[in-house]
């Protein structure tokens, strides 16, 4: 999973400030504890800028270097009129000599300020105590862009717009058909990829391979491609006192930080994936976690993790997903930093990371 936060455009300026990209939110970060591994630090000091052809030629070389297949590229359509961080992928489509495979991860949610009370993901707490806008008085309603699905005039809209890109030989397709990852699922939604899949049949493929994230709206998705969101997913059944913490939340009352142990969410993962042979099960792990730069005191954070953990319970993943037959598995990620959760080389542990996906791989 591919986050293409890290170019400059207007919104992010008007938000949080001219120049605001995610490497802000990395860099601002402070420990919450001895031994807590912040600042995270991208090796060489490197706060690449995505809006250039080769900082983007440089993933794919190491992506291909050390085994990785490709990128699923968050992809942030609110509406007719908002689709935002597309540089990255217009810059793959447009340059063929760019060697790595590729698909959309739809992140469709509005996007909203911490402290409001209307429905969205609240992207960067932390930076909102900084915004230039003045958060205090919480004035408005503290949307920042709102998700709209539309009707089949809009869906055709976005579908067209997708097109270019799963025409691409370097588009990730299941049978022929493009995949696309869905976050939040709906009805609508439902009707909206029935739509798909017949102006993707229009223009030549044989349908549209869509995948589902488990856990929203587990009735609508029945009998759909899912996949788990992790380490969330694992991480949320180990919670201690979850109950508790559900009760704390509905009464707005902020706790955290929240630990899990490395050692325990990806035992629950490993769990978890064996006991889904079914083909709609699409398998999914993931490297590390702590998103405390972007949540500060009130975030989550994975305990224990070393890359030779990581390779090993990665090996072992892929032993379950080879005798199930299935071909991908969705790894949270390639650069997440703000979550702690990437592959690429940091200043604490270099290449490691990738090294034990390249062992696991080759094993």
Aim: charged share 20%; hydrophobic share 35%; glycine share 8%.
């Amino acid at each position: 999973m591919y986050l293409p936060q890290y170019h400059q455009i207007p919104e992010n300026d008007a938000f949080w400030g001219k120049g605001f990209t995610d490497w802000i939110t990395v860099r601002n970060a402070k420990p919450l504890f001895e031994g807590h591994n912040q600042p995270r630090i991208p090796v060489d000091g490197i706060y690449y800028d995505l809006s250039l052809k080769e900082n983007i030629v440089r993933q794919a070389q190491l992506a291909n270097e050390y085994g990785i297949y490709g990128f699923g590229i968050y992809h942030y359509w609110f509406n007719d009129e908002k689709n935002l961080l597309t540089k990255p992928a217009g810059i793959i489509l447009n340059n063929k000599d760019i060697d790595i495979h590729y698909f959309f991860a739809w992140d469709n949610i509005s996007w909203k300020r911490s402290w409001s009370n209307v429905s969205g993901n609240d992207w960067s707490p932390v930076a909102d105590e900084s915004t230039p806008v003045d958060s205090s008085a919480h004035s408005g309603s503290g949307m920042l862009i709102e998700y709209r699905l539309g009707t089949e005039e809009s869906w055709k809209k976005h579908f067209y717009w997708l097109l270019p890109h799963f025409r691409d030989d370097r588009y990730i397709k299941v049978d022929g058909k493009p995949m696309f990852v869905i976050y939040h699922c709906s009805k609508d939604i439902l009707a909206m990829c029935q739509y798909f899949e017949r102006l993707a049949m229009e223009n030549g493929f044989p349908g549209i391979y869509v995948v589902y994230r488990k856990g929203v709206n587990p009735s609508v998705t029945k009998g759909q491609n899912i996949f788990l969101y992790e380490p969330s997913a694992s991480s949320w059944d180990l919670m201690p006192n979850k109950i508790y913490r559900r009760v704390l939340k509905q009464l707005g009352i902020k706790y955290g930080p929240k630990f899990f142990q490395y050692d325990k969410v990806w035992k629950k993962l490993l769990n978890t994936m064996a006991s889904h042979p079914e083909p709609t099960f699409i398998p999914s792990a993931f490297v590390g976690y702590d998103d405390s730069p972007r949540r500060g005191k009130y975030g989550t954070i994975i305990k224990g993790q070393t890359p030779e953990k990581f390779g090993a319970y990665l090996h072992q993943l892929m032993q379950i997903v080879g005798s199930q037959n299935k071909s991908y598995i969705l790894l949270t990620a390639w650069n997440e930093w703000s979550e702690g959760a990437y592959l690429e080389p940091d200043s604490k542990d270099s290449y490691e990371y990738l090294k034990a996906v390249r062992n696991a791989t080759r094993s």
